[in-house]
């Protein structure tokens, strides 16, 4: 009997010793990559807009930079815009940063006192399939020699009125005594009987 569970327990260990072999064998296999390169996302890519310090009451400085992958290597000039704001380019320059290039243009803002919106840029790049990809930063808001807006609550909405409630209780209770008052005159002279 102990030869034969010594044989079964012998022939287990070699059928769990092949299975580790074959786990492992397939989780390396997992582990291989396809062969072909991941396709570029557009999280690579990007394009911000950023104010250099605080504007004075006169202009300031708006910064552009686009970050794009090396075979790119001219992009054309980005054009800011805003209704009562004259920019115009100050300088430009490119860097490379690892397997990326980086665009970088200074623009120069002038205008009167006031709250303005800079437009958001957009530049096209070709992308890998030959289709533009278009790249976009948001919308600055600056203020030059006035006061920003409140911060805190939203300050141009209004209230509304309050909401009146109707007192149902007021009204179930004088209800409540109005039917009684009109029962009680109803038993106190409903009995008087008229006999001619």
Known sequence: MRAVLRILAERMALRV?????ILSGI???????????PERSSSELSLRA?????PAASGGTLVLQAVLPEGITELPLP????????????????????ERQVFTW??????PKGSYEIEPVVIEIPGESGEPLA?????LFVDMGAEPPRAGELVDIVDPSPITEIPYRALLGLSAVGVLGAAGIWVAFGRVTVRC
């Open 79 to 98: 054009t800011p815009s805003a209704n009562g704001l004259e920019i115009d380019l100050d300088n430009m320059g490119t860097e490379r940063l690892g």
């Open 50 to 54: 950023w104010l250099d310090g605080k």
């Open 17 to 21: 010793g092949r299975g580790l072999w």
């Open 135 to 139: 790249l976009s930063t948001t919308s």
């Open 27 to 37: 989780f390396l296999l997992s582990a291989c990559g396809t062969g072909v390169a």
């Open 106 to 111: 200074r623009y120069q803002f002038r205008g």
